[in-house]
């Protein structure tokens, strides 16, 4: 219903319309139904008990906040409202705190309906001093595997894979024995600049297909599609057959069970390494509402399913994102394994 409703408002605003926002793109708010906000509000399902998290807090958490605010940099954690950051920030049992970057600013080009990211079409410059300062981060946590990813950048010629690729350089020139996940854009599907941070010495190369095929069109910026994003995988693993690769699917959108097998088929046809699963949660009420709370026991389930299937590695809970640290610890087993060879 929700989908009609939206398909409804898209044809009356003439969004798809016109050489200006074929080239801007959408914001979020053109993705948003007035009347529905309200509506929204009531009809929200209400978060089942294994969705619940603690308040973030500690001294891990604290010192990483201070250390990242410091040297101007962002986290995905918070930009997106990560159910995790208490976890990952505080370090859990093991006091190792974990934090997942996001480079090129606190802004981005696409307006997906799941994510809360702040939108502009006109975000500011990148920062050059970027490359560095996240080097100087890292360096000062002493850990040996880090994960970066990053806004969309449209408005910069090559999406900004450069600037991605200069972050890893000075990453592994500070810390030559780092491991470096990067969770990459889909650069418009040039493939040229996914050849670029493919190359440029990262470990893992991810990039995440968020959603089945059929649900694309209503869940992701009109800018990004499923068969681009398998091109970006492709190719990532073409120039580089060490790199471990990596995506991530959303459950509880409104998908079948068929439509996520075929998914994962296409996946493994295209030899990716590491898949995760993880729930779909509705970040604010502007954003598109969940279809269905996902059990830990569905969850289980795609665990065994892709393992399987023959993935390397499948990390699969309510709450696993991405870049939860929870794979880490497998997924350097990979690395480390094909580096021996």
Sequence with gaps: ?????????????????????????????????????????????????????????????????????????????????????????????????????????????????????????????????????TAMAVSQWGVDYVVLTSVDRDDVADGGAQHLADCVTALKKECPALLIEVLSPDFRGDLAAVEVLATSGLNVFAHNIETVNRLQRFVRDPRANYKQSMDVLVRAKQKTDSVVTKTSLMLGLGETKEEVLETLRDLRSNDVDVVTFGQYMQPTIRHLKVQEYVTPEAFSQWEKVGMEMGFSYVASGPLVRSSYKAGEYYIKNIINKRNTK
């Design 1 to 133: 219903m929700i989908f009609r409703q939206i398909n409804l408002h898209f044809r009356k605003q003439r969004l798809f319309s016109g050489a200006s926002y074929l080239k801007d793109g959408p914001d979020l708010d053109h993705f948003i139904t007035k009347g529905l906000e309200k509506k929204a509000k009531k009809e929200r399902k209400r978060l089942p008990r294994w969705l619940q998290t603690p308040i973030p807090k500690g001294e891990n958490y604290s010192r990483l906040k201070k250390d990242l605010r410091g040297l101007k940099l962002a986290t995905v954690c918070e930009e997106a409202r990560c159910p995790n950051i208490g976890e990952c920030w505080g370090g859990g049992e093991t006091a190792t705190a974990t934090a997942t970057i996001m480079l090129m600013g606190e802004e981005c080009t696409r307006g997906c309906r799941f994510c809360s990211v702040k939108t502009s079409r006109t975000p500011p410059p990148l920062d050059a001093e970027e490359p560095r300062n």
